[in-house]
T-cell receptor, first 114, second 111 residues
Framework: NAGVTQTPKFQVLKTGQSMTLQCAQD?????MSWYRQDPGMGLRLIHY???????DQGEVPNGYNVSRSTTEDFPLRLLSAAPSQTSVYFC?????????????FGQGTRLTVV | GEDVEQSLFLSVREGDSSVINCTYT??????LYWYKQEPGAGLQLLTY?????DMKQDQRLTVLLNKKDKHLSLRIADTQTGDSAIYFC???????????FGTGTSLTVIP
């Protein structure tokens, strides 16, 4: 049981490049989400999904796209990277997202945009 | 949206108790959580409390909830150097359909 797997662990991008951060979970969780963590700001929600085919925006969605074609995978796409997107990104999943169960987090992707 | 506030830093001596505080604004919060983040790692759930409880104890951890003041605290008894980490308070919002996290409190344990 791998839990939540994020790849890559580290990435350096040039301004304007695009890339996809991968997230996969093997717990059959319906709710998946992406956060970014910045110093002094805690975790801020980028996008979330309550099931395959359903996604919605969080607090800071601009510059990011998501899709959820399967229950297991929830990739995050950066369309045109900007230095303001330098951050640590976490993917998380939980059973229903109703608060009754814990959220399981991936190990994070440290992204630097130069 | 929901606001979850924490102080940024706390320093304690090994063997002392640590108390990390958190305030939140959503009166409809049903579950409140404490997560721990060690360096270079993701967040791991430490404990949680249901909103109809005042207190929950789990080994060295004690969670106190004052729902009237919307105040949550985490007490770690006999703090060890391995407890040094960032601790996040979080709650689940049914209206926002998401978890809201505080800024995190960086706990440093001095040997």
């Amino acid at each position: 049981n791998a839990g939540v797997t994020q790849t890559p662990k580290f990435q350096v991008l040039k301004t304007g490049q695009s890339m996809t951060l991968q997230c996969a979970q093997d717990m059959n969780h319906e709710y998946m989400s992406w956060y970014r963590q910045d110093p002094g700001m805690g975790l801020r929600l980028i996008h979330y999904s309550v099931g395959a085919g359903i996604t919605d925006q969080g607090e800071v969605p601009n510059g990011y796209n998501v899709s959820r074609s399967t229950t297991e995978d929830f990739p995050l796409r950066l369309l045109s990277a900007a230095p303001s997107q330098t951050s640590v990104y976490f993917c998380a999943s939980s059973y229903k997202g109703r608060g009754e169960g814990e959220a399981f987090f991936g190990q994070g992707t440290r992204l630097t945009v130069v | 949206g929901e606001d979850v506030e924490q102080s940024l830093f706390l320093s304690v001596r090994e063997g002392d108790s640590s108390v990390i505080n958190c305030t939140y604004t959503d009166s409809s919060s049903t579950y409140l959580y404490w997560y721990k983040q060690e360096p270079g790692a993701g967040l791991q759930l430490l404990t949680y409390i249901f909103s109809n409880m005042d207190m929950k104890q789990d080994q060295r951890l004690t969670v106190l909830l004052n729902k009237k003041d919307k105040h949550l605290s985490l007490r770690i008894a006999d703090t060890q150097t391995g407890d040094s980490a960032i601790y996040f308070c979080a709650d689940w919002s049914d209206t926002g359909n998401q978890f809201y996290f505080g800024t995190g409190t960086s706990l440093t344990v001095i040997p």
